[in-house]
RNA sequence: GCGCGCCUAGCUCAGUUGGUUAGAGCAUCUCGUUUACACCGAGAGGGUCGAGGGUUCGAAUCCCCCGGCGCGCACCA
């Protein structure tokens, strides 16, 4: 063995440790035995580099994956990456424009921007995978995955095919979401809604229209075509059913039906709505409400892609922002009196989660996903899916149930399914899967005019491109979640070469990993996206599997600055995760983000969290390095034999930290099983153990049992440090990584030792006390007598009492009597007295006991009161009272021997 | 509007079926060149568990209500 130096160096033992533990091939499953164990990583947006939440997640997911993997079990980690389609998209349009180019896709085309993407996707993909490495995640690289990638495009266009062709997938003309700024679609998941102060304007179209409204966005009402009213709203009913022709400025005359609509709240403001079927989702509701009646009214868009006004809004207006043109509206109002109010309240606005801009409602023909529609063959819809899978398990079988950690995101789940719409699949973007999909027609010439023009004649849906002439494949792509929704199975071989409706060859080599490895074991995830990604993954999984993708899902919180901020570039307070390992290595970075938290609850992450960790591994590194010089290092693997009783109360200590360990990391309490870890470690081990053991000697058996097990049950969460000693101890023949966890041991009595010790320590702890309070020289040794019928218990300790606590004598007298050179205490109806050698303040020392009295009355005081009670000796458990009666009488015995101590002191 | 989470020492947080005189880490103060570690050791101070009410023999823990902070969902024009 080599000497280890005074601290360690994450950056002399981590790059090449990474490379011994990738060459091992213990990262991959097939390596492996036992039972498997599937985790998939979340695969991190190419949209840039790793963030201190990806250092979260990689902690995370590292630490269950080495902890599952010393379990025995046959462990696959996979790792990947994510297209972020509109993101990436969005980011580097942003950078080309940093660069000059005013309208990159006008500029480049297709073809040149998808480029320009690609090359800035593979970087960051690379720099990714890197970082990925440096936080020492044990992933599988042979079966590395991108949403992007052949096999996962393949499983995309499959697994669309498969919808279009059970009709859950339809093309539709709708009111979507539309970004101006991003010239695209986006889901109603990736609506942002902030709050916003507004005008809310009262007024009539004319002054002869019958009817008030309001609306905070009066320039819409140029695509106005009918008012709702409640049918049950006495004021209005002569009304329903009539139409009125208006001029308000608009190209054409405004046609206005008066309608019935049970959603109009007869009690809110006028009690009537101006519909406006165009810029609505409510609106476009009833609009279709009207049709299916037979009773239909206009549509009229009057708001184009480009965020201004069309030509429907008439020649004033066309071409005018939407601001500007709800001004000019508002003018025309007062300057034709019509305008009855004007109030400043506060609204909630949809923006866009990634370009910020106001989500405008424009009618356009997408692709939709039906999620109520009945799947054709299991009489069920994909939202009753989504149910089962939470709740009763899919198909009413248990075991295809996800459990969702912490429980209460199961309950915010269900009520997201339950106004859950069709999900919107077309984005109007290039960086993505396009749309399976080919038209053949003469009339069809841009995805703008899709939208314009009825019915094409021909629609195909395909994996690969059709046959024959005038095909022209769909230009819009898929929401990047449609991919991300695959990825516990597209990361597995699917789908598989046999599928009923495969006709390509895949090329995954591991044909059996879908049925090894899904449904995944246990996942990880912040709570921002369970509905973004969780609900499609179980969605996806469940229709085309009929499996759940994964039986355990964990929620974690978000890293927040000290001031509980977001960290983000733009706020300044961004923490480059590389930067901390850089200075204080990989280990004290996973353990930094992993201590403290709580499942699905946000922490707080700082600069002194860092170094006490720093402080952690290099604790640990020094334990290591004293066993090593003080002990003898073997490989044995027996079960050690206690000795003395510091023996028997560190093993069993040991004995219980394993089990504590273990219990809270199978319940996903990663920060708490790792803080008794650590209290076991600093508190016992080193400042109480292996200072006694520098005292007693032959520990050599026992501390070559608790290294070893120790680094065991730290290597989870500090892979490297752990490795490190491991090797530096034992040689690099066999890898920590894959040595078996600890076991439980039997200890005889293990539970009737530890208080005993605890005596001793309390008994250490108050002389030290009273030498401080004192001012005693750390060098001096004094002099301790003990008042015990019973000196079994020091006799044994003897040695460890009187070197801990720096004494030259530890005298037993049974019948000694204080005097004014000594201070004296208390401790488990022991007295104990220290020989200051008349250094002893006599006024000071009544004093003192005369605290320790008057704290010790009144709690004699209330345990005699509780035992008095009736109703409490009669109510609480046997147990309690017995435990409280105890109290009581050793609390008495405590008070007589301090006030006799006083007494004597004169 | 509906729902969820949080409020415990100066700071960050534990407190796992209600039962020691409520704990830890950091910070603070005192002392220390005891050869594993000053990225350390020893000791100390510091809390009416957000306010009030209730249930109970007993509440930081359960219930109600109020306040503060944060978040989610929602078609209030």
Redesign the pocket.
């Known amino acids: 063995m080599s000497e280890m130096p ?4 994450p950056k002399l033992y981590e790059d090449s440790i990474y490379k011994q533990w990738e060459e091992s091939g213990f990262f991959n499953p097939d390596n492996l035995n036992g039972e498997p164990y599937s985790i998939m990583m979340p695969p991190p947006n190419v949209t840039g580099v790793l963030h201190l939440g990806h250092a979260l997640e990689n902690a995370l997911l590292d630490t269950m994956a080495r902890y599952q993997r010393m379990l025995g079990k046959k462990v696959l980690l996979v790792p990947g990456t994510d297209h972020a389609a509109l993101p990436t998209q969005a980011k580097v349009e942003k950078l080309l424009m940093q660069e000059g180019i005013k309208n990159p896709r006008q500029e480049f085309g297709r073809e040149k921007l998808v480029e320009k993407i690609k090359e800035f996707a593979e970087n960051s993909k690379s720099t990714i995978l890197s970082q990925v490495k440096k936080m020492g995640t044990s992933c599988d690289w042979s079966r590395l995955a991108y949403t992007f990638d052949e096999d996962r495009s393949k499983a995309v266009n499959e697994m669309f095919k498969r919808m279009y062709d059970d009709g859950l997938i339809y093309r539709g003309y709708r009111v979507v979401n539309w970004s101006v700024t991003g010239q695209s679609t986006c889901s ?2 990736e609506v ?2 902030v709050e916003r102060a507004a005008k ?1 304007y009262t007024f009539k179209y004319n002054k002869d229209f019958p009817i008030t ?5 009066p320039e819409t009402k140029l695509g106005d075509t009918a008012v709702a009213v409640n049918p049950k709203d006495d004021r209005y009913q002569k009304y329903v059913g009539k139409t009125y022709h208006i001029d308000v400025g608009a190209a054409k005359l405004l046609e206005i039906k008066i309608i019935a609509d049970d ?12 519909v406006t079927p165009a810029h ?3 609106d476009f509701e009833m609009y279709e409400k009207q049709k299916a009646k037979g009773d239909p009214i206009g549509i009229v868009p009057v708001i184009g892609l480009d965020g201004k006004m069309t030509e429907a809004a008439g020649k004033n207006y066309q071409g005018l922002t939407v601001e500007v043109a709800r001004e000019k509206f508002v003018q025309w109002l007062k300057a034709n009196n019509l305008l009855e109010k004007e109030e400043e ?1 506060v ?2 606005v949809g923006t866009s989660d990634r370009f910020g801009d106001v989500i405008e409602a424009i009618p356009m023909t997408q692709w939709w996903l039906n999620m109520r529609q009945e799947i054709p063959g299991r009489s069920k819809s994909l939202k009753d899916l989504l149910r089962e899978a939470v709740t009763t398990g899919l198909e009413n079988n248990p075991e295809q149930t996800v459990y969702i950690t912490p429980d ?1 995101f199961k ?2 789940y269900l ?2 399914i339950d ?1 859950l719409r069709d999900w919107c699949l077309s984005r109007q973007i290039w960086w993505g899967h396009r749309i399976p999909v080919w038209y053949r027609s003469t009339s069809f010439d841009s995805a703008r005019d899709k939208s314009l023009t009825a019915g094409h004649e021909e629609i195909f849906c395909g994996t690969t491109d059709p046959k024959g002439d005038g095909w022209e494949q769909d230009p819009d792509t898929l929401d990047t979640w449609f991919s991300s929704g695959l990825w516990t199975f597209s990361t597995l071989g699917w789908p598989p070469r046999q599928a009923p409706s495969t006709w390509f060859e895949t090329s995954r080599d591991k044909p059996n990993d879908l049925e090894t490895f899904h449904p995944t074991s246990w996942i990880q995830m912040g709570y ?1 996206i369970r ?1 973004l990604w969780m609900l499609r993954m179980i969605l996806m999984s469940s229709y085309a599997l009929k499996q759940i993708p994964f039986k355990n899902v964990y929620f974690h919180g978000m890293l927040r600055d ?1 001031s ?1 901020k977001k960290f983000s570039k733009s706020s300044g307070n961004n923490i480059d995760p590389l930067d901390v390992i850089q200075h204080y290595g990989t280990d004290a970075l996973r353990w930094s983000v992993l201590s ?3 499942p ?5 992450f ?1 600069e ?2 860092i ?2 960790a ?6 640990l590194w ?2 290591a ?2 066993i090593s ?1 003080t002990a003898k290092i073997t490989t044995s693997n027996s079960i050690p034999t206690a000795v003395t009783l510091s023996d028997q109360w560190i093993l069993a200590r040991l004995n219980e930290t394993v089990k ?1 360990v273990t219990e ?1 990391i199978e ?1 996903y ?1 990663f ?2 099983a790792g ?2 870890l ?2 076991f470690t ?2 016992d081990l ?3 153990y ?2 006694i053991a ?1 005292i007693e000697s032959k520990k050599d058996e026992i501390l070559n049992y608790i290294l070893p097990t120790l680094l065991k049950l730290w290597h989870p969460y500090m892979p490297f440090v752990t490795e490190a000693i491991w090797q530096e101890m034992f040689g690099g023949e066999k890898m920590l990584m894959v040595e078996k966890w600890p076991a439980l041991f039997d200890i005889a009595a293990s539970n009737v030792v530890q208080p005993d010790f605890t005596i001793i320590q309390s008994i ?2 108050a002389i ?2 009273v ?3 004192h ?1 005693i ?3 001096k040794k004094i002099s301790v007598t003990v008042k015990t019928s019973d000196k079994k218990l020091f006799v044994a300790n003897e040695e460890v009492i009187i070197g801990l606590a ?1 004494l030259d004598n530890l005298v037993f007298d049974a019948g000694y009597q204080k005097n004014n050179s000594t201070v004296g205490f208390v401790i488990a109806g022991m007295e104990i007295f220290v020989d200051l050698s008349g250094a002893v303040d006599v006024v000071k020392e009544r004093e003192q006991l005369q605290n320790e009295i008057s ?2 009355e009144p ?1 004699i005081e ?2 005699e009161k ?1 035992l008095s ?1 009736q ?2 000796t009669q ?3 046997a147990e ?1 009272v017995e ?2 009666q105890k ?1 009581l009488n050793e ?1 008495k015995e ?1 008070l007589a021997k301090l006030i006799n101590q006083q007494k004597q002191l004169l």
């Open positions: 005074k601290s360690y160096d109603d998941d942002v809604h809310l409204i309001a609306t905070t966005r959603g109009v709240e007869m009690n809110f403001g006028t009690g009537a709505l101006g609505s989702p409510i309240i609204q909630n209460r309950k915010l009520d997201r106004n921002e509905d000290e509980g403290g938290i709580a699905g609850n946000d922490s707080k700082y002194e969290k170094v006490g720093r402080n952690l591994v290099n604790k020094n334990i390095r004293f010089t504590t809270n319940k309490n920060s708490y803080e008794a650590r209290d600093w508190n080193a400042d109480w292996l200072e520098k250490i702890t030290r006390a030498r401080a309070e001012k020289e750390p060098a720096r704290r010790i709690y209330s345990l509780k009670n109703e409490f109510n609480a458990p309690v435990a409280e109290k609390a405590k």
